[in-house]
């Protein structure tokens, strides 16, 4: 296997990802100079400088901005797993804002009503709880594709509004609702900084953080490790041939689905139990999260090592964009640059097909000197002008990824700013 | 007479491997020359340099005896060069019609009009007895017509010079004919056609001449008329290939499979009925079920390893009945499968060679410790199946099994299924699509597995494997079993007309 880890560690598959990055920076900057060109030198300088803005900062420690990345990381890194995760199994969960917010609430619930449980381990057991809220819910969508075939992509978004609206009445119908605020009355539980707020004085941090790196390398080894990731994976590339090979492909993708809603809803848990007095609106919008979870995915190419280095990524920028802020710009000026990210990226994919079909055409063969008779299935001539259309392309995940993102990009759209 | 198409000395290299090493390819007006050659030959990076895929780093191409540059298919079609391809680039829910203008549309004040299109579509139909329905759904037709909504694109597009990349591999001998018919009709109308193939019977059929490739290299362009169908195979395959087998009397051991009342009455989705098919198969012998395609053996196949479910009767495999168990189950219990269709069944095409050679045992203990995969045992076992088999491919263990050649693939599927455990090996047309030196490989393989005492339930469409490595046969008719033969005391007639159902006797089991 050491040609494959070879190739497995090399930068270039990630080099799309970093040029629609840099593409996305470049437009914030643009946008930085229109709105204000006399503070735009010191604002990019901030905006870059992230969380280290500190340094320049002699009222907040860079460490600080250090912990609060890290607490930004939490949902981004959950949520992009749950999608990634699902992805590299051939599933597009856009369902994960659901599954945040079925997992945010039975979080909260378990924290408050379990008080036979001693406090400090009582966030176990209401984060469990939030996993399993989100894997439940999730597992709707992997029934329903598995046995009826019906699109997860429809059945998670139709799930999306179902949580929501379920959430919504059930914090009234539980007893969880602060009238005044409008929103879940606050926990006290929290999980554990495991001596994190001392590296990170005054900061979000929470240990959280650890709980989902360690969760990230955890579905890694699941995905490429074990025979279960392998009968995973297999059921995503080829569902048939999976069958074929007795591999029980209804349970697999059962399976998939339940573990992106794990994953999502532990985001949900995760965040409510951070001790930052987070609490759910009750609002009829849906959490960005979950739709942030496709971006980090997208970026991390799928893979959940690359999934973290994504969220550390977007979180580093979300808190660049509170330190503009302070300088009077729009922190909005963040989500517009990573909904451009979002939307090079989406590019990316594009623009890796077409580098490794230039590629190809240049290198692919050492396999053509005894590959001559499958080459057309490689990359099909084009019967001239007429067949285009014709190509049946092979189910590659990027292209799903790409009808599913134009698909339900209105709808994210619509909900952050709805 | 004249050339209508010179390639003169074409060389295309890739990293590591010469393609095309000074090939010459000339092709006379109203000929059909023959373009022969083992998969990986370089054929098809010929047709791909005269399709405009490939810029050729020497050589030249002549169109009408006027030098060409070819950049791009556009190019090709320019010049009148039209290709049918071996998997049909078709719109699946379009028309035929709508099929046939894709791309050259015609248009009144910027709105589709297709009135003079079907005129000519029905046209051509009708001139080469295509009988074909312009309004059919392209998904509603069968695979032979679906050829021909390709050859009428051609004709569409008045192109001269019509290139048939391996049409044969996926019709029944009757559409064979018929295609070969037509082809005769193309060149009596001044169409020129170069013909890729590996059957030597099509090439002695229809080809006038033919160019013969090996390992990327010109080896020969022979008349067909004065050329023996031996001496073209070896200068095919560099070798004397032969594809006659001394079977001797098989060797039978205890029955192993027990198919019983085996019924399917569920009609749509697609499939063909089963009709009350019984019959046992035995150790050492290889016992074919012959017929035309689609008459039920692939429901049948598809019954007996589990991938279908609805069926009533009995299957019992070494003693266990398996008529309810999973597949896996079965796979476990001594059932091996190399499947019809390698693309959908065979092989997950993005996952690497090795990855696909343990499709079906990557769970055994040998691969795995409590659910974490071994990956050096999996990349020595895989490295002993690719030395062994002989499956060649650019990265070797590491090769995607999609970018593997065709013959490749199925020997990586034929290596899988053999050395796993198992007794009972059903091979569903396990040489189908490949050239003569993989299809002796293959034969030789079967055999040899008989010889060692397995049970090969073989389903084969071609008559000459059906007659040549079988030890009985069994002739399939619209969903039952009507033909239970000795291929020794056999004829291609008579099974021809068993096949056809022509003739037909009951087929019982004696117990």
């Known amino acids: 296997m050491n040609n494959l880890k070879r190739k497995r560690f090399s930068l270039t598959p990630a080099l799309p990802s970093l040029i629609s990055i840099l593409i ?11 709105a204000d060109s006399s503070k735009a030198l010191l604002a990019v300088r901030n905006l870059l400088l992230g969380p280290l803005y500190g340094i320049y900062n002699p009222n907040q420690s860079s460490l600080t901005g250090i912990g609060n990345m890290l607490f930004f990381m939490i949902p981004l890194l959950m949520t992009g797993l749950s999608v990634g995760f699902a992805f590299k199994t051939g599933l597009f969960n856009i369902g994960a804002s659901g599954q945040f917010m079925a997992g945010s609430y039975v979080a909260i619930l378990l924290a408050r009503k379990l008080t036979g449980i001693p406090n400090s381990w009582r966030w176990l057991v209401a984060l469990a709880g939030a996993a399993l809220a989100g894997m439940l819910l999730a597992s709707i969508a992997g029934i329903l594709k598995a046995f009826r075939n019906v699109n997860e992509v429809i059945t998670s978004i139709m799930l999306n509004y179902t949580s929501m609206y379920l959430v919504n009445h059930l914090i009234r119908a539980t007893g969880l609702y602060d009238p005044l605020k409008n929103r879940t009355l606050p926990v006290q539980t929290e999980i554990p900084k495991f001596g994190l707020d001392k590296l990170f004085p005054k900061s979000f941090v929470s240990g959280g953080i650890l709980i989902a790196i360690v969760i990230a390398i955890i579905c890694y080894v699941l995905l ?36 992106a809603g794990l994953f999502a809803g532990m985001a949900g848990g995760m965040i409510h139990l951070a001790g930052v007095g987070r609490a759910i609106q009750v609002r ?7 739709f942030d979870g496709i971006a980090v995915a997208l970026l991390g190419l799928n893979h959940p090592l690359g999934i973290i280095f994504a969220s550390l990524f977007m979180a580093y920028l979300k808190v660049g964009g509170q330190t503009i802020q302070t300088l009077g710009f729009a922190p909005e000026i963040i989500n517009m640059m990573i909904g451009i990210i979002l939307y090079v990226s989406a590019m990316a994919v594009l623009i890796r097909k077409l580098l490794s079909i230039r590629a190809k055409k240049q290198s692919e063969t050492k396999a053509l000197g005894n590959s001559d008779g499958e080459l057309y299935a490689v990359h099909d001539p084009p019967d001239p002008g007429a067949t285009a259309a014709a190509e049946k392309l092979p189910p590659e995940s990027e292209d799903s990824t790409n009808m599913a993102i134009s698909a339900v990009q209105e ?6 700013h709805g | 007479m004249e050339n209508v198409i010179e390639m003169l000395h074409i060389t295309k290299r890739f990293p590591g491997v010469i393609a095309n090493d000074d090939v010459t390819l000339e092709l006379r007006k109203g000929e059909i020359h023959a373009l022969l050659g083992e998969n990986g030959a370089g054929k098809s990076t010929l047709m791909s340099v005269l399709f405009g895929l490939y810029e050729p780093e020497e050589g030249q191409i002549l169109v009408n005896g006027a030098e060409v540059k070819i950049k791009n298919p556009n190019d090709a079609n320019k010049y009148g060069i039209g290709m049918v391809h071996q998997h049909f680039k078709l719109v699946n829910n379009f028309t035929v019609l709508q099929n046939v203008v894709l791309g050259v549309e015609t248009t009144k004040r910027g709105l589709l ?22 309004d059919a759904l392209i998904a509603n037709i069968s695979v032979g017509m679906q050829q021909r909504v390709e050859i009428i694109k051609m004709l569409y597009r008045d192109n001269e010079i019509l290139i048939f990349d391996e049409p044969t591999a996926v019709l029944t001998p009757q559409e064979i004919e018929e295609l070969m018919a037509i082809m005769r009709q193309l060149i009596a109308e001044g169409k020129s056609i170069i013909f890729i193939t590996h059957k030597l019977k099509e090439i002695k059929m229809v080809a006038d001449r033919c160019t013969i490739l090996r390992k990327g290299k010109h080896v020969a362009t022979v008349d067909v008329a004065d050329t023996s169908v031996e001496e073209m195979s070896e200068l095919m395959v560099g070798r004397k290939v032969d594809l006659t087998f001394d079977l001797g009397k098989p060797k039978l051991g205890k029955t192993v499979l027990k198919v019983r009342n085996l019924t399917i009455r569920k009609e749509g989705h697609g499939h063909q009925t089963l009709d009350d098919i019984n019959f046992d198969l035995r150790e050492g012998e290889v016992l074919c079920i012959g017929g035309i395609e689609g008459n039920g053996q692939s429901e049948l196949v598809y019954a007996i390893t589990g991938l279908l479910r609805d069926y ?35 092989l997950v095409l993005d996952y690497t060679l090795e990855q696909n050679l343990i499709m079906q045992s990557y769970f055994e ?31 070797g263990r590491n090769t995607l099994a999609r970018s593997m050649s065709g013959g490749n693939q199925q020997k990586a599927i034929v290596a899988r299924e053999m050395e796993r455990r198992h007794n009972v090996l059903i091979a569903v047309q396990p040489t189908r699509g490949l050239d003569v030196g993989a299809i002796e490989y293959i034969h030789q393989q079967i055999l040899k597995h008989r010889a060692e005492g397995f049970a090969v339930l073989l389903v084969s469409l071609e008559l000459s494997e059906v007659l040549g490595i079988s030890d009985r046969i069994l002739v399939m008719y619209n969903g039952r079993l009507v033909g239970d033969l000795d291929p020794q005391n056999t004829t291609e007639q008579e099974l021809g007309l068993y096949m056809s159902g022509a003739k037909t006797e009951k087929v019982t089991v004696h117990e």
């Open chain 2, 365 to 395: 203990p040998e691969f795995q410790r409590r659910g974490l995969i071994k990956f050096a045992q999996i990349a020595d076992y895989a490295d002993r199946l690719i030395e062994q088999y002989d499956i060649r491919s650019g990265q």
């Open chain 1, 224 to 259: 490429y490790k074990t025979t279960f990731g392998f009968e995973l994976r297999a059921v995503g590339l080829n569902r048939h041939a999976s069958r074929y090979a007795g591999i029980n492909e209804k349970r697999s993708i059962i399976m998939s689905m339940a573990l």
């Open chain 1, 284 to 290: 009829d919008v849906l959490p960005p999260e979950g």
């Open chain 2, 113 to 134: 009009s297709l009135e003079e299109a079907r005129n000519k579509v029905i046209e051509l139909s009708e001139r080469y007895k295509f009988n074909i329905d312009p």
């Open chain 2, 312 to 346: 009533q009767g009995q299957i019992i495999l070494n003693d266990k009945d398996i008529t309810n168990s999973n597949i896996r189950f079965r796979n476990i219990n001594g059932i091996a499968h190399i499947p019809e269709d390698r693309h959908k069944y065979g």
């Open chain 1, 411 to 416: 709808e994210i759209e619509e909900d952050k």
């Open chain 1, 24 to 34: 996305g920076l470049l437009a914030g900057i643009i946008v930085i100079v229109i």
